[in-house]
């Protein structure tokens, strides 16, 4: 029998990043990732990730959260899922503010008619925390590169990690380039020991960023919050950009905020929810189960 049949499900989005939440609090289990496997399949429940929420483990949070991606593997981060619990627990108990606890830390949120804020704490550039495979001096641009080796189509990434692993390559034109293509050798690159989320950042102006992001465990996707927010810190730091830009994906428009008074990140913007449903065992591809007759 499938771990998680009949339990309840919520159908959300955040800039159209598939979202399945998944309240596990009144009877927490781990989410088999063959189930999450299962579930994402085009023809049955397609999500980028799955929120799943378990009793929380500090008195003022509503929740411990884990993440996992369509294939099955865990995060430590998901900007748009993040948005999408505060608007779910927003409307289940009527309070705009509510913190959630990941295992990056605490995730405070607050809930307004025209988006969602969530504090996505601050960023780790050390190459240690990133994690990559051995010591770099500049995490800022990493020797790395994609293409033919004599004229490289991609290079010198910014490395950050904002709950998760992020490498940032800037372009002058995000839709010149098949990341697609280039995507799945990056994400499993050897000096991404943990893997890693691999943008393309189009910087329009110091307060406007264009970004595509193909997501570890995920793919292409139509937006990514984590990733805006790792491609906002590192253009800053580059000094690209300002603390606080627009950050355009395919599915709209993110504002990150990197406060300079305790470096903490702001994400701002929309959460939807779409639709309630319930778990069966043929979602979760136990289809071979005999019935009992
Ligand atoms: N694929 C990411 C997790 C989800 C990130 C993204 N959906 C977001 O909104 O931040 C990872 O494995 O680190």
Redesign the pocket.
């Known amino acids: 029998m499938a771990a998680l049949e009949n339990r309840s499900f919520v159908k959300m989005n955040?800039l159209g990043?598939e979202?399945v939440v998944l309240d596990l609090r009144d009877a927490p289990l781990p989410v088999p990732p063959a189930e999450a496997r299962a579930l994402a399949r085009p023809d049955v429940l397609p999500f980028?990730?799955i929120m799943a929420l378990y009793p929380p483990r500090q008195p003022d949070t509503a929740a411990f959260v884990r993440?996992i991606?369509a294939d099955g593997?865990e995060?430590?981060?998901?900007?748009?899922?993040?948005r999408c619990i505060a608007l779910y627990e927003a409307a289940r108990t009527g309070r705009q503010h509510v913190v959630f606890e990941s295992v990056a830390g605490r995730l405070d949120c607050t809930v307004e008619p025209d988006g969602v804020t969530a504090d996505m704490g601050v960023p780790h550039f050390g190459w240690a925390a990133i994690p990559l495979a051995g010591p770099v001096a500049d995490t800022r641009a990493l020797e790395l590169q994609a293409g033919p080796s004599d004229a490289p189509v991609l290079r010198a990434p910014a490395v950050v990690n904002v709950?998760?692993?992020?490498a940032i390559f800037w372009v002058p034109d995000v839709e010149a380039i098949d990341l697609a293509h280039y995507g799945p050798e990056l994400e499993h690159h050897p000096i991404f020991p943990e893997?890693a989320?691999i943008s393309l950042a189009q910087v329009v102006s110091p307060e406007h960023i264009v970004l595509k992001?193909w997501?570890?465990?995920?793919g292409l996707?139509r937006?990514?919050?984590?990733?805006?927010?790792a491609a906002a810190v590192s253009a800053a730091r580059l000094g690209l950009t300002g603390r606080r830009v627009r950050v355009t994906l395919p599915g709209g428009d993110l504002m990150i905020d990197w406060r300079a008074s305790d470096d903490h990140i702001l994400m701002t913007g929309p959460a939807e929810h779409e639709f309630d449903g319930r778990l069966t065992a043929a979602m979760l591809g136990d289809s071979f189960r005999v019935e009992a007759n």
């Open positions: 955040g990043n979202i980028d990730q993440i991606n593997s995060a430590g981060a998901c900007g748009n899922g993040t709950g998760n692993p992020h893997r989320n992001v997501e570890r465990g995920a996707t937006a990514c919050g984590s990733a805006a927010c």
